[in-house]
């Protein structure tokens, strides 16, 4: 499916709408794991979305590291070094 020029960038928006469901604001979100089933073009895709004003959904802060029962600091960092789990698109960005 890679290919140069506007029909790669048309076939890689075919297969972000077919990945696609609908968000909460309207937009559009695609699930990290559904872009990374798709094989070697996973990068294309992101690619795609990103300049298509996608950006990587935003992760709940950090849990209070304070007290008996808060959540180490170390778990911290790693959470914050994962990759995002899904990417949104405004409304519109699909049509």
């Known amino acids: 499916m890679t290919v140069a020029g506007t029909a790669g960038d048309d076939a890689i928006g075919a297969v ?20 990374l089933a798709e094989g070697a073009d996973s990068t294309a895709i992101i690619d795609w979305i990103i300049a298509h004003a996608g950006q990587p959904e935003a ?13 180490r ?11 995002p789990r899904r990417y949104v698109l405004p409304a519109g960005a699909l049509a």
């Open 59 to 71: 992760t709940a802060p950090p849990a209070s590291t304070q007290g008996l029962h808060g959540v």
């Open 16 to 35: 972000v709408r077919r990945l696609s469901r609908p968000g909460p604001a309207g937009g559009a979100v695609i699930e990290r794991a559904a872009i």
């Open 73 to 83: 600091s170390s778990r911290n960092l790693e959470a914050e070094q994962r990759p």
